[in-house]
């Protein structure tokens, strides 16, 4: 290198060994506080109530551990979804379909019924829904993540 | 420079160079991938690809910044230094990787151009926690290519050796944004102060070891001879140092006319070059003679001493010194004579 | 308003590229030769290997075509005080 190179150099790490440290240390001390997954218990699940409660199934999710409620409201079949643990996909949608098995793609017949939340939410069936299965679809990576029969 | 041109002069250093690089990117690939699976099995390939891929990148920028100080300290660094720049061209590409399968996962698949989305899908620039951290990592890597596409000799020729030197000390500035893409992005999800400490550390010792290098290049270069700084003995000549005081097919470095002269003792007689290699601004004073000639310890470019010119069909001259003995001791000329016009040798013992 | 400006620079660095590898292709084939005798024996390997610094800073490479100018004598505190090298032009 020469001379003026150096003294280039000199003066740029000079002025890096100001900037860079002050940069660093100000973006930790931004850092917001670490997010707790404690889920309130209180809350009150979103969407239509359960007026006849039928069947309770704890373990139809395998890893994703959400707790299951089937009941009727007004003839129509209404699904709660709980989460029991933090689900770590924020892009997860549930579908209705009638089929009872349910492969990598989303059925033809698929009809939605909104977003699996972080708290317990209750999704209203079509009305011709009785039996067939629930359907968790990851938008990510377009694929079925998981499914599940819906008990009669 | 060459007599011709290739895409890469392999010699057996520079296979066995690059075959260690190779093999050691791959286990560190290899093993991030394994360890994230075996910790974080729910992570999905293309995440742990695109963290394998930009920490390898981000490491291995430490290293390449670590040698130019560490040779600067010790001769010991220098094999290093020999093939630096295809360290720089695997940084780049690693740093590419990262980029290219962050921009597939998370821009590509929207309605607006992937590239205008890394700038404005979080324009949050106001805020230091939400600061769009990705367009600090392009910017980063659009100074890198820069200069990995200008890392071939063709280009060391063609800008001239200081001017590339210049445009590749963009480094820094690509160093800086890293850091800072680093600091906003991954630093404010991993909350493990390993991550703190490891990205601390890097930066502590890269700026560290810049620092007092430059420090003990300074202070090198203002202990300068010439009418200000030596004794001038008459003639324009001034005292450099005792004969015995260079070894032999040594060089005694000094800072006269504004830069380093190099002032070589080989086979009983002295020459002084100015101690700048054509080739890539190397310290030719910190070299050896070899066979006849001067030869740079950065990439082996030979001068012969008397008229600082390449041994032909090499076509490298650089500035030379008259220089000359009284008494025993070594007196320089501190006006450098121009390249092709030599100013000669003398004998130690005194004679012309 | 911030796509807006961001597009145009998008567009913009596209369009320099675009035009730097047209004229990189030309310069690897043709004008290297001709700025750096060296080159024009260059291997294809060596010519792909600088086609992308070509299509970067191709308004140097074009305006040295151009004008028939060589590489330029490197510029250091002894060459300057030393003044012009024999034989150079």
Redesign the interface.
């Known amino acids: 290198m020469?001379?003026?190179l150096r003294r280039r150099h000199a003066r740029a790490m000079a002025g890096l060994a100001v900037v860079l440290p002050l940069g660093f240390a100000a973006a930790l001390v931004a850092r917001e506080p670490e997010r707790t997954t404690l889920l309130p218990e209180a809350v009150a699940p979103a969407g239509p109530a359960i007026e006849a409660p039928m069947h309770a199934v704890d373990d139809a999710w395998g890893e994703l551990d959400l707790g299951m409620r089937v009941g009727r409201t007004a003839g129509r079949v209404v699904v709660e979804l709980a989460p029991r643990r933090e689900v770590r996909r924020p892009d997860l949608l549930v579908y209705w379909t009638a089929a009872e098995s349910v492969g990598d793609a989303l059925p033809g017949d698929a009809y939605l019924l909104g977003s699996l939340g972080e708290r317990a939410r209750r999704y209203a069936l079509p009305a011709r829904a009785d039996g067939g299965s629930l359907v968790l679809y990851g938008m990510a990576h377009h694929g079925v993540v998981a499914s599940a029969p819906l008990p009669r | 420079?060459?007599?011709?041109?290739?895409?890469?002069g392999w010699n057996r250093q520079k296979k066995l160079y690059d075959l260690t690089l190779a093999a050691a990117v791959a286990v560190y690939l290899a093993a991030f991938v394994g360890v994230g699976l075996a910790l974080k099995p729910n992570a999905t390939a293309e995440t742990l690809l695109i963290r394998a891929f930009g920490t390898a990148a981000f490491a291995l920028l430490h290293v390449i910044l670590s040698i130019g100080p560490l040779c600067r300290l010790s001769p010991r660094f220098l094999p290093l230094l020999y093939n630096r720049r295809h360290l720089g061209v695997t940084m780049f590409f690693l740093g590419l990787a990262h980029a290219a399968l962050s921009i597939v996962q998370f821009h590509l698949f929207g309605d607006?151009?992937p590239?205008?989305s890394v700038?404005?899908s979080n324009?949050h620039y106001g805020d230091v926690a939400d600061f769009p951290f990705q367009p600090l990592g392009l910017a980063a890597l659009v100074v890198l290519?820069?200069m990995?596409?200008?890392s071939?000799d063709?280009?060391l020729?063609?800008?001239?050796?200081?001017?590339w030197k210049a445009l590749h000390m963009g480094v820094y500035v690509a160093y800086g944004l890293l850091v800072m893409h680093v600091a906003l992005g991954a630093l404010q999800a991993e909350r493990s102060p390993l991550y703190v400490v490891l990205v601390g550390a890097g930066l502590a010792w890269v700026l560290g070891l810049h620092l007092y290098a430059a420090g003990r290049e300074a202070a090198r270069d203002r202990a300068g001879v010439g009418p200000a700084a030596g004794e001038e003995v008459g003639d324009g000549f001034v005292d450099v140092c005792a004969v015995d005081e260079i070894p032999d097919a040594r060089a005694r470095v000094v800072c006269a006319?504004?830069?380093r002269?190099a002032i070589y003792r080989y086979g009983g007689r002295l020459a002084a070059v100015?101690s700048?290699c054509?080739h890539q601004?190397g310290p030719l004073g910190e070299g050896r003679v070899i066979d006849g000639c001067i030869t740079c310890p950065w990439h082996g470019y030979q001068y012969v001493p008397e008229t600082g010119e390449s041994p032909p069909p090499f076509t490298e001259?650089?500035?030379t010194f008259p220089v000359r003995v009284r008494d025993g001791r070594v007196q320089l000329d501190p006006?450098?004579?121009?390249?092709?016009?030599p100013a000669g040798s003398c004998s130690v013992k005194g004679a012309p | 308003m911030?796509?807006t400006l961001?597009?145009w620079l998008?567009g913009l660095a596209a369009a320099y590229l675009a035009v730097g590898l047209v004229f990189a292709v030309a310069f690897v084939t043709r004008g290297?030769g001709r700025?750096?005798p060296?080159?024009a024996?260059?291997?294809w390997?060596?010519r792909?290997?600088?086609l992308?610094?070509c299509?970067?800073?191709w308004p140097l490479?074009a305006r040295r075509w151009a004008r028939g100018e060589r590489?330029?004598?490197?510029?250091?505190?002894?060459?300057d005080?030393?003044?012009?090298?024999?034989?150079?032009p």
């Not at chain 3, 590489?71 to 060459?79: D, G, I, K, L, M």
């Not at chain 3, 005080?81 to 150079?88: D, L, Q, R, S």
């Open positions: 020469i001379r003026p | 420079m060459g007599l011709e041109y290739r895409a890469v607006v151009n590239l205008v700038f404005t324009a290519f820069l990995a596409a200008t071939h063709f280009w020729h063609n800008l001239t050796a200081p001017t006319a504004g830069e002269v100015s700048v054509q601004n001259r650089v500035p006006r450098p004579r121009p390249a092709g016009r | 911030l796509v961001v597009s998008v290297a700025v750096d060296v080159a024996h260059g291997t390997g060596f792909l290997a600088i992308p610094g299509a970067a800073l490479l590489a330029p004598v490197e510029r250091t505190p002894h060459r005080a030393a003044g012009p090298a024999e034989g150079a």
